[in-house]
């Protein structure tokens, strides 16, 4: 069974105080690690996905990075919009029946105050 | 491009009751997903539909179904609603399997 574990549950941070959040993950043959950003009152927003260890991608003041174990997301002087709940899930198995499911961490809630 | 479009917004059901929950893909986007998301559970998967037929299915009772239909919108169903039931549930879709997801704003159940 796919597990994804995140930490840390909340986190506060002054801007422009960078710091990062974790995933780590167990998964029988990972197909993809994404990041999805939530808002209250809204569904998640697509960040990234990252598919091999080693990969990075960036994204204004974010970064994703993979392991064979886990994956961070780094964020770079945040600002008081980037305030929500950053979720991040795995894309496990394989074969035709796999298809889109995802297994999601608790999140990490994030408050960045001016 | 329109979203992922979830009807209604807000329910407010009694125990016992069934509940009906609407959801229009992206347009073009043939796979919809579904998720019951709660404070203690996270996103937690329900089913997934590609073509009208279901592909995956989560961990959940067999009063969780869903369909979905020939232009690929969805519905999913809950009978005899228990007070567990009460949760944001998301609909996503995707272009097809195993692609990234689009996500609604949710139906926001609460049971009483």
């Known amino acids: 069974e796919d597990q994804v574990t995140q930490s840390p549950e909340a986190l506060r941070l002054q801007e422009g105080e960078s710091s990062s959040l974790n995933c780590s993950y167990t998964v029988s043959g990972l197909r993809g690690l994404f990041w999805y950003r939530q808002d209250p009152g809204k569904g998640p927003e697509f960040l990234f996905t990252l598919y091999s260890a080693g990969e990075e991608k960036e994204k204004e003041r974010l970064k994703a990075t993979l392991t064979k174990k886990e994956s961070f997301l780094h964020i770079t002087a945040p600002k008081p919009e980037d305030s929500a709940t950053y979720l991040c899930?795995?894309?496990?198995?394989?074969?035709?029946?796999?298809?889109?499911?995802?297994?999601f961490g608790e999140g990490t809630q994030l408050t960045v105050n001016p | 491009k329109a979203g992922v479009t979830q009807t209604p917004r807000y329910l407010i059901k009694t125990r016992g009751q069934q509940v009906t929950l609407s959801c229009s893909p992206i347009s073009g986007h043939r796979s919809v997903s579904w998720y019951q998301q709660t404070p203690g559970q996270g996103l937690q998967f329900l089913f997934e539909y590609f073509s009208e037929t279901q592909r995956n299915k989560g961990n959940f009772p067999g009063r969780f179904s869903g369909r979905q239909f020939s232009n690929s919108r969805s519905e999913m169903n809950v009978s005899t609603l228990e007070l567990g039931d009460s949760a944001l549930y998301l609909c996503?879709?995707?272009?097809?399997?195993?692609?990234?997801?689009?996500f609604g704003s949710g139906t926001q159940l609460s049971v009483l």
């Open positions: 899930a795995v894309q496990g198995g394989g074969g035709e029946t796999s298809g889109s499911r995802l297994t």
């Open positions: 996503a879709s995707s272009f097809s399997q195993n692609e990234k997801l689009f």
